[in-house]
């Protein structure tokens, strides 16, 4: 195999740097304003998979994974799912395992797969969060998310987001 075919690639081009500039800014102003709320309230509106849900509505913003129905969806329904096996199972490596295998059903037979999601079941049985974290920060910042992504990503492209809302 030649040197030039090894380091040539068939990777997507990266996209302009207007799209850039501005998927960066939207990731960060959902990010501040979650954080922002979270000092206002007094309750966690953050955690650690909203940066990968950024990721998707600012970055690939057509992607199925980051419609408002993925993301609003997907995390209630894995956090929802990791809530029920805590409180079946327990905590520890075979409830961890077993609860993002199970949210991942869950997400696919509901249609809102979101990858970020993923990650919900595994805070929520390392941390052994109650119920009321399903408002706070599940579904309260993943509203925050779409809400920013929305605008940003119209302000970008009028009518381009989201593709569909259920």
């Known amino acids: 195999m030649s040197m030039?075919?090894?380091?040539?690639?068939n990777a997507p081009p990266?996209?302009?740097?207007?799209?850039?500039f501005i998927s960066s800014v939207g990731a960060a102003l959902a990010i501040a304003i979650t954080g922002w709320l979270s000092v206002l309230s007094g309750t966690p509106w953050l955690m650690a998979p909203f940066g990968a849900s950024c990721v998707l509505a600012f970055g690939v913003p057509d992607s199925p994974l980051a419609q408002p129905r993925a993301?609003?969806?997907?995390?209630?329904?894995a956090t929802a799912v990791g809530l029920l096996v805590l409180w079946l199972v327990g905590d520890g490596w075979l409830a961890a395992a077993l609860s993002v295998g199970l949210a991942l059903a869950a997400m696919q037979l509901t249609r809102t797969v979101h990858a970020p999601a993923g990650a919900d079941p595994l805070i929520v049985i390392a941390a052994h969060t109650s119920i009321?974290?399903?408002?706070?920060?599940?579904l309260?910042?993943?509203?925050v998310i779409v809400i920013i992504a929305y605008f940003v990503n119209n302000a970008r492209n009028t009518?381009?987001?989201?593709?569909?809302w259920l």
Do not use: Q
């Not at 990266?14 to 850039?20: D, E, Q, R, T, V």
């Not at 993301?71 to 209630?76: E, K, N, Q, T």
């Open 159 to 164: 009518g381009s987001y989201p593709k569909y």
């Open 14 to 20: 990266a996209p302009p740097l207007k799209f850039i």
């Open 140 to 143: 309260l910042g993943s509203l």
């Open 71 to 77: 993301i609003v969806g997907g995390h209630l329904v």
């Open 132 to 138: 009321s974290y399903l408002i706070s920060p599940v």
């Open 4 to 9: 030039r075919r090894l380091l040539s690639s």
